[in-house]
């Protein structure tokens, strides 16, 4: 089992905000919605574990932890949500403990249930940055296009915050520029 931490209210907003729309978007590209949903609902599960605790979570469970990972480990909240579904709450469905693990960084390929839950996470009506609204509206009619661009909005917060980049992001950007590419 997963020690879980309760959720802070603003977090807990957050998750059902990233599931209504979720459930929206799923509607949109003919993807189970309730499926959908739910990853909203877990995606963040694992969010309130404190940091030091995440690395031997991760290692206990066989979730790679590499150089990135080491340094923030933050970035294992998405794949320690996934584990904590299947362990506390017994759901096996490997599309939906997918989609919560790539929230976080994204995957060099994504199925459409891991865009949407991705573009939901960033762009849900509770995120209030420049351009939120018209990435998310842009998530309905070109979900592609809106992936691409949240990847350049995250690669370029954390150039700007002085983070590093996780090599999974830019070979989720370095995949989407490649002319043969079909996400
Ligand atoms: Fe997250
Ligand atoms: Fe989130």
């Known amino acids: 089992m997963i020690p879980l931490k309760p959720l802070k209210e603003k977090r807990m907003a957050h998750c059902v905000s990233v599931a209504k729309l979720c459930y929206d978007l799923a509607l949109a590209y003919d993807v189970d919605p309730m499926r959908a949903y739910l990853c909203g609902v877990f995606h963040d599960i694992a969010r309130e574990i404190p940091e030091d605790e995440m690395i031997p ?80 509206e842009l998530a309905f009619t070109d979900l592609n296009r809106a992936l691409a661009l949240a990847v350049e909005n995250e690669i370029r917060y954390c150039e700007e915050k002085g983070y590093s980049v996780h090599p999974d992001t830019l070979a989720l950007r370095q995949r989407r520029a490649e002319p043969t590419e079909i996400l």
């Open 57 to 136: 979570l991760a290692k206990a469970r066989n979730i790679p932890v590499g150089e990135a990972e080491r340094r923030s480990p933050l970035l294992l909240h998405g794949a320690l949500a996934a584990a904590a579904m299947a362990e506390n709450y017994g759901i096996g469905d490997e599309e939906m403990l997918n989609a919560v693990r790539r929230h976080t960084v994204g995957a060099p390929a994504m199925t459409l249930l891991d865009k949407i839950l991705f573009i939901a996470d960033k762009t849900e009506p509770l995120r209030v940055y420049d351009g939120a609204a018209s990435l998310r």
